[in-house]
């Protein structure tokens, strides 16, 4: 079985601030893929990032950086100097691919967060 | 443009009253799905298709149906619903279920069941 935590419910911060949201995950499978969506106040669910699990290397988009920790079974993201526009509620995901795992997208409970003026 | 669609966005309906949710993808995806979204469960799958006429459940298919005869469409049927199906339901396309290609996402429509 395949589980993502995202253990921060909510996060409030102010504009400029910088945050970082956490996402841990549990998978017995050797080769799986870790997402992040973003879904703003309108409702739509919008893509942020894929890493595999054979590449531990960080990536930086801009004011957004993503931490992939195998050692720790961790996938953090971090908005540098927030803005208004960053609040949203933040999805982390895991899909595995092998092990039985029928293909599926897990999804963590998100993390709403709200950047304040 | 590349899109998800879904229709209806939005629909009140009754108990017991068979409705259907469509879903459509303009990029040839082969892989197409559905989720429920509950405020504090998260997303949850509700069925899926790794391609035409090859369907699979999800972690709560109870009380839905899902149908696959062509690659472009994969409708979501309530045959009756109940108030607990109430809920924001997502459709979803990705070109393959077996690699880890990320997820489109369609808007949402809006169900509830009075």
């Known amino acids: 079985a395949q589980k993502v935590t995202q253990a921060q419910t909510e996060i409030s911060v102010v504009e400029k601030e910088d945050v970082t949201l956490d996402c841990v995950y549990e998978?017995?499978?050797?080769?799986?893929?870790l997402f992040w969506y973003k879904q703003p106040p309108s409702g739509e669910l919008v893509f942020l990032i894929r890493?595999?699990?054979?590449?531990?290397q960080n990536e930086i988009s801009g004011r957004y950086s993503w931490n992939f920790q195998k050692s720790t079974s961790s996938f953090n993201f971090t908005i540098t100097a927030s803005q208004v526009v960053d609040s949203a509620v933040y999805f982390c995901?895991?899909?595995?691919?092998?092990?039985?795992?029928?293909?599926?997208?897990?999804f963590g409970k998100g993390t709403l967060l709200t950047v304040n003026p | 443009e590349a899109q998800v669609t879904q229709n209806p966005r939005y629909l009140i309906t009754v108990t017991g009253k068979k409705l259907t949710v469509t879903c459509s993808q303009n990029?040839?995806?082969?892989?197409m799905s559905w989720y429920r979204q509950d405020p504090g469960l998260g997303l949850r799958q509700i069925y899926y298709?790794?391609?035409?006429?090859?369907?699979d459940k999800g972690d709560v298919p109870e009380g839905y149906k899902v149908s696959r005869k062509e690659k472009r469409n994969f409708p979501l049927i309530l045959e009756s619903p109940s108030p607990n199906q109430t809920s924001l339901y997502f459709c979803?396309?990705?070109?393959?279920?077996?690699?880890?290609?990320?997820?489109?996402f369609g808007p949402g429509t809006r169900l509830t069941v009075t």
């Open positions: 990029m040839n995806h082969e892989y």
């Open positions: 890493r595999n699990s054979f590449d531990e």
């Open positions: 998978t017995r499978d050797t080769t799986y893929y």
């Open positions: 298709s790794m391609n035409v006429e090859v369907t």
């Open positions: 995901a895991l899909k595995a691919l092998s092990g039985g795992s029928n293909y599926k997208l897990t």
């Open positions: 979803a396309s990705s070109l393959s279920g077996t690699v880890g290609y990320e997820q489109y």
